[in-house]
């Protein structure tokens, strides 16, 4: 809250699901992003579609995307949204292309509601759980995997209006 109101506290300071129903429906749109630091070896296994487990980048789309359907599930004051779009982009980063010369893959989800809440912990499942499955899928041949930099790059809807990470 930009008053610094915590609003999942109510005045006894326990915690509890925000009431949000005298809100009105607006379009919600967030947009979360992380990175999955890897050898380049590994990328270029990824890339050429030889991951022993099968082919990484599809998987981890598919499941970036049912874990956002699950936000609501594994995070305790979160309210079950029903989500109307559902992206998840997976980019090969080669060395040298960052400005920390790391390769690995850039994960980055798209997620829209019509409602009375945001859809901010919805976009961060999805990225957190599809670097996840990056991860899984590559542990056997990389051990170095690091996954990193979850964070929010946009928002947008409700009565706090537009963010966008500077």
């Known amino acids: ?76 004051l979160c309210h079950p949204l029903n989500i109307t779009k559902a992206a998840v982009e997976l980019s090969p980063v080669y060395e040298g292309q960052r400005a920390d010369g790391r390769a690995g893959v850039r994960v980055e989800a798209t997620l829209g509601v019509t409602g009375k809440t945001g859809i901010e912990m919805e976009a961060l499942t999805a990225v957190s759980v599809a670097c996840l499955t990056i991860y899984d899928m590559c542990k056997a041949v990389d051990r170095g995997v690091e996954i990193g930099e979850i964070r929010l790059l946009h ?11 500077q």
């Open 155 to 165: 928002k947008s809807g409700g009565k706090s209006g537009l963010w966008e990470r």
């Open 1 to 76: 809250m930009p008053d610094g109101t915590l609003t999942h506290l109510d005045e006894k300071g326990a915690a509890h699901m925000v009431d949000v129903g005298a809100k009105g429906d607006t379009v919600r749109l967030a947009v979360a992003e992380g990175f999955v630091a890897m050898a380049p070896s590994t990328l270029a296994m990824i890339v050429e579609g030889a991951a022993p487990k099968g082919d990484v980048l599809a998987v981890a789309r598919v499941a970036g995307i049912m874990a956002s359907k699950q936000a609501s599930s594994l995070i305790p």
